[in-house]
């Protein structure tokens, strides 16, 4: 079946500040038949970190860790969801559902063939990439996770409810508006690269979904039934976290995010085998890759490859 999407004109991606990667396609991925996906792929070492944005982001979320790994030797890999970014997007809002982000990024990895994978994640990269490793446990060696979670069917708190009531009443979600207020150090054409992905209201379904696939029911409700697709996968990888990860882990919290912040990461630490104590980013909310260089400089020192 032929998934209707628009593509983003490649002239919005021009002069991007920091940006300087070559994009780079996969197509035809199995079950994606027709939709092209776009990721970065710099350097050429043997370990290879695997970033992953979350919402409303993309790719240009990491471009202060890629050239720190690039640097120390390695590889980075970037890769923008269907929906985000210079990836296709389908035009159908029910086309974005928890296992259509899942599995293209399973499938991803597998026509990349990646191996020795250090997954760095945040937000929908985590909530997504943290239920990667357990697939392909063999590819897996390394963790570096930033404000997210594993959601199985519990009570949204406040900040969250707050969140997908907000979106919900923004279908044309002022992307670089949301990502300054949340990020105040950003420059007003930082920001704006944040809306380049989206000419319009018809590309953002994706941004309009995410909300609503988090695995949190809302106070005195049950789970709607979008929300609730993803529970037995993040119970199954919080059971792989705490049990079967043998990896190296490294955790860094954006302090000020009134979301995913310090007690959902302290949380995530607890189910994480073996994580160490945080690096506790003051002045940093959600989106911490924007203080990206000196986490990504902390994280290889930890995992002895700087």
């Known amino acids: 079946m032929t998934i209707d999407a628009l593509r983003t004109p490649d002239d919005r991606f021009d002069n991007l500040p920091g940006w300087t990667f070559a994009p780079r396609y996969v197509e035809d991925l199995p079950g994606y038949e027709g939709l092209r996906?776009?990721?970065?792929?710099?350097?050429?070492?043997?370990?290879?970190?695997l970033c992953?944005?979350?919402?409303?982001?993309?790719?240009?979320l990491f471009r202060k860790m890629i050239p720190v790994f690039t640097a120390a030797g390695h590889r980075a890999v970037a890769v923008d969801m269907f929906g985000f970014g210079r990836s296709d997007k389908p035009t159908?809002?029910?086309?974005y559902t928890y296992h259509f982000h899942r599995n293209a990024l399973l499938a991803f990895i597998e026509r990349m063939d990646l191996k020795n994978v250090c997954l760095v994640c945040q937000d929908w990269g985590g909530l997504?990439?943290?239920?990667l490793p357990m697939e392909a446990?063999?590819?897996f060696t390394r963790l570096l996770v930033m404000n997210t979670g594993l959601p199985a069917g519990e009570e949204a708190g406040e900040g969250f409810a707050m969140w997908r009531a907000y979106n919900r009443a923004n279908p044309d979600l002022n992307v670089s508006g949301l990502m300054q207020r949340g990020t105040p150090v950003l420059s007003d054409a930082e920001a704006a690269?944040?809306?380049?992905p989206f000419p319009d209201q018809s590309y953002k379904g994706g941004v309009r979904r995410f909300p609503e696939l988090v695995m949190l029911k809302e106070q005195g409700q049950d789970l709607t039934p979008l929300s609730s697709e993803g529970v037995e996968t993040s119970l199954k990888a919080r059971k792989f976290w705490s049990e079967d990860w043998s990896g190296d882990a490294f955790m860094a919290i954006g302090m000020?995010?009134?979301v995913l912040g310090p007690p959902a990461m302290y949380g995530l630490k607890k189910i994480i085998k073996n994580c160490p104590d945080p690096v506790e980013v003051a002045e940093a909310g959600h989106f911490v890759q924007e203080w990206g260089?000196?986490?990504?400089?902390?994280?290889l020192e930890k995992f002895g490859i700087a």
Not at 37 to 49: C, K
Not at 92 to 95: L, R
Not at 293 to 299: G, L, R, S, T
């Open 37 to 49: 996906m776009h990721y970065v792929d710099e350097g050429d070492g043997d370990v290879t970190f």
């Open 137 to 139: 446990p063999d590819r």
């Open 92 to 95: 159908d809002d029910n086309v």
């Open 128 to 131: 997504l990439g943290l239920t």
């Open 193 to 196: 690269a944040y809306d380049a």
């Open 52 to 60: 992953i944005h979350g919402e409303p982001s993309w790719a240009y």
């Open 256 to 258: 000020q995010d009134p």
């Open 293 to 299: 260089e000196p986490i990504a400089k902390a994280a």
